[in-house]
């Protein structure tokens, strides 16, 4: 089992920054991808940004690419999304997910660990 759990969501005006947090504990030895999804009230989970253990790559949704940055510092087991430039429409409920078997952190029912969600709101 793997336990997730998301920090540093919060209010903020258009064109701010936060950053989130994603501690990982358990059994992450073997976790191959870990991402940020993000969804709002009626909404389908959206993929914001995916991270690949092994090899460090990244992969970002285009609606945030160039303004969101995930990173993940290996020593903390924890994963981080730097979001800068934010929009209203970036307002949701932000989730940290993990998957343990090779494959993508792309689609939600890939992912087989999840956070229980961090809320960032945007306001002009």
């Known amino acids: 089992q793997v336990q997730l759990v998301e920090s540093g969501g919060g209010s903020v005006q258009t064109g701010g920054s936060l950053r989130l947090s994603c501690a990982a504990s358990?059994?992450?030895?073997?976790?191959?991808?870990m991402g940020w999804f993000r969804q709002v009230p009626g909404k389908e989970r959206e993929g914001v940004a995916r991270?690949?253990?092994?090899?460090?790559?990244?992969f970002y949704a285009d609606s945030v690419l160039g303004r969101f940055t995930v990173s993940r510092d290996n020593a903390k087991n924890t994963l981080y999304l730097q979001m800068n430039s934010l929009k209203s429409e970036d307002t949701a409920m932000y989730y940290c997910?993990?998957?343990?078997?090779?494959?993508?952190?792309?689609?939600?029912?890939?992912?087989?660990?999840w956070g229980q969600g961090t809320q960032v709101t945007v306001s002009s």
């Open positions: 358990g059994s992450t030895y073997d976790v191959h991808c």
């Open positions: 991270f690949y253990i092994r090899d460090g790559k990244t």
């Open positions: 997910a993990a998957r343990k078997n090779a494959g993508s952190c792309q689609w939600d029912k890939s992912i087989d660990y």
